[in-house]
C-alpha cells in the first residue's frame, strides 16, 4: 500500500518561495493522479493542484483559479511529486497536504481521494 509524506513547509516572507516535495513508498505514481490540498484554521480543506502522468506520454496538470501562474505541480522522480509556490500571499498560510486516488482520473474533492500525506505548515509573514 502506498504512503505519502510530505517536507519542505515552513516560514517565507510574502512574495517568496517555497517548494513542497510528496515523496510515495510502495508505489510508483504511474497511472494515479497526485494532488495537492490545502487547509487553513476555520476552512475547510481546499484544492491547490492535481497533475497525472499517465501510463505513457500523457500528462495534465491543473490548478484553482487561487493558485494558477504561481505555483506548479511537477514530479521529480517516479516516486517524489513536487509543489513549487511563487509569490506567496498571507492567504496561501495553511497546511499543505499531498494525496493520491486509485483511479486515473483527478478530483478537486477531497473525499475522492484514498491515500494521504501527513501535511506541512506553511506560514506567510507579511
Known amino acids: 500500500q502506498v504512503q505519502l509524506a510530505e517536507s519542505g513547509g515552513g516560514l517565507v516572507h510574502a512574495g517568496g518561495s517555497l517548494r513542497l516535495a510528496c515523496a510515495a513508498s510502495?508505489?510508483?505514481?504511474?497511472?494515479?493522479?497526485m494532488a495537492w490540498f490545502r487547509q487553513a484554521p476555520g476552512k475547510e480543506r481546499e484544492f491547490v493542484a492535481a497533475?497525472?502522468?499517465?501510463?505513457?506520454?500523457?500528462?495534465?496538470s491543473v490548478y484553482s483559479d487561487s493558485v494558477k501562474g504561481r505555483f506548479t505541480i511537477t514530479r521529480a522522480n517516479a516516486n517524489t511529486v513536487i509543489l513549487q509556490m511563487n509569490s506567496l500571499k498571507a492567504e496561501d498560510a495553511a497546511v499543505y497536504s499531498c494525496?493520491?486516488?486509485?483511479?486515473?482520473?483527478?478530483?478537486?474533492?477531497?473525499?475522492?481521494?484514498?491515500?494521504w500525506g501527513q501535511g506541512t505548515q506553511i506560514t506567510v509573514s507579511s
Open positions: 494525496a493520491t486516488r486509485y483511479t486515473v482520473n483527478w478530483s478537486k474533492r477531497p473525499d475522492d481521494y484514498d491515500v
Open positions: 510502495g508505489r510508483a505514481f504511474t497511472t494515479s493522479p
Open positions: 497533475a497525472n502522468w499517465g501510463g505513457g506520454n500523457t500528462y495534465y
